[in-house]
């Protein structure tokens, strides 16, 4: 790829990164209630908005899971070192992504009716509807009409 698009920006799958994130979560000697405190604590990381506070938020990440040592050197090690600018907003934003950054179209559909179910149930209704439309579309594509 890098031959064809040399200046093109590969990013990585947020929805697998989170997936593996939590399993790995999943295998510490903790509660479940623990669980949604350590998610909780890797979301409002991995939505750092600036490079500038980038250390500030890996900082409160850390301090979060300061009881699971073993999870936040996993979690350094394996994503954050290597591969930050590949999934963290800060970097993310600085590349054209149309707010996609799962690399399947039903995924990331999917994590958007997640999102926007927090709002009111009549803007719901137009979330779904939007969705289905755009599966639609994706498989009308697929199907060549």
Not at 68 to 73: G, I, L, Q, R, S
Not at 77 to 93: C, D, G, L, S, Y
Not at 113 to 123: A, K
């Amino acid at each position: 790829m890098k031959t064809v698009f040399p200046d093109a920006t590969n990013l990585s799958c947020q929805f697998h990164i989170d997936k593996n994130v939590k399993a790995k979560c999943k295998t510490l000697d903790a509660q479940k209630n623990a669980w949604g405190y350590v998610m909780e604590a890797w979301g409002s990381f991995v939505h750092c908005p600036c490079e500038s506070s980038f250390d500030e938020y890996l900082k409160n990440f850390e301090m979060a899971c300061s009881p699971w040592p073993m999870f936040v050197d996993y979690v350094c090690q394996t994503w954050v070192i290597p591969h930050k600018e590949k999934f963290v907003k800060a970097w993310t934003n600085k590349v054209m992504h149309l707010g996609n950054t799962t690399t399947n179209r039903y995924q990331y559909c999917f994590l958007f009716v997640l999102i926007c179910l927090s709002v009111d149930l009549n803007e719901n209704v137009v979330i779904v509807y939007m969705m289905l439309y755009i599966s639609f579309v994706g498989l009308r594509v697929l199907i060549g009409h």
